[in-house]
């Protein structure tokens, strides 16, 4: 299915009024991330104020700007200047229409903001099942969904560089109590050593965990 997206920006640009993208180029721009940067732009942004309004880092929004360059939809004023945090982002256009074939799946077409602050208490719920009003609404938010997947896509267009880890896991297996919990208390350890609060390396590229271990389904009747 066809759907088309649009930006306007509240200037009177000096190039063409209208600008519409119907080839390639639309996968790039129509990047979640990226198409925020566009809707917040308005008459221009610095790689600072853009990542001030994100929330998101000024390296990882000046990666995007360039990606968004090379498609002709902005351009970057200043990038001689020795300090990238001060290069302006401009529109090539006071529209921009972009057509997509397909629409992004469940969690691929929201982005949160990064919190790059280390919080939280390391740790996870071991034993304590949620009940009542307690009971979470949902083990994945989209939010938090639409984050991974924003990074993950950035990992694979090269945005941290040829040396990086990344693991996927999916796995099922039949447990018992004991089994399930020795597993939950060895992944609650290891997340503890490695992502403790207000800790690990500063120089190094932050990573993210997000771990759902949860019963998902009951024994079959008549099966030992």
């Known amino acids: 299915m066809t759907t088309w ?9 000096q190039g063409a009024k209208e600008l519409i993208i119907e080839d390639n180029r639309a996968y790039v ?29 000024d390296a990882r929004v000046l990666y995007h700007i360039q990606r968004l360059e090379e498609t002709g939809v902005v351009r970057l004023e200043g990038d001689g200047a020795e300090d990238t945090r001060k290069w302006r982002c401009l ?3 006071g529209v921009i229409r972009v057509r997509a074939e397909h629409e992004g799946r469940n969690g691929d077409d929201s982005f949160g903001p990064g919190d790059d602050r280390d919080t ?5 719920t071991e034993g304590s099942p949620a009940t009542g009003d307690s009971q979470p609404g949902e083990a994945i938010p ?15 267009e090269g945005m941290y560089g040829p040396s990086f880890q990344v693991s996927i896991n999916h796995n099922r297996a039949r447990l018992s109590e004991v089994q399930a919990a020795e597993f939950n208390h060895r992944l609650l350890a290891l997340i503890e050593e490695y992502f403790p609060p207000g800790k690990g390396d500063r120089s190094g590229v932050k990573y993210g965990f997000y771990g759902v271990f949860t019963p998902i389904d009951l ?4 099966d030992p």
């Open 91 to 93: 529109p090539t256009a």
């Open 5 to 13: 997206h649009e930006v306007t920006f509240a200037i009177e640009s």
């Open 142 to 156: 989209a939010d938090v969904a639409g984050q991974f997947n924003q990074a993950f896509r950035e990992a694979a």
């Open 29 to 57: 721009i129509l990047d979640p991330l990226r198409w925020r940067i566009l809707e917040i732009l308005e008459a221009g942004k610095s790689v600072t104020e853009i990542s001030e309004a994100l929330d998101v880092t």
């Open 120 to 124: 939280g208490d390391g740790q996870g």
């Open 219 to 222: 024994h079959p009747f008549g």
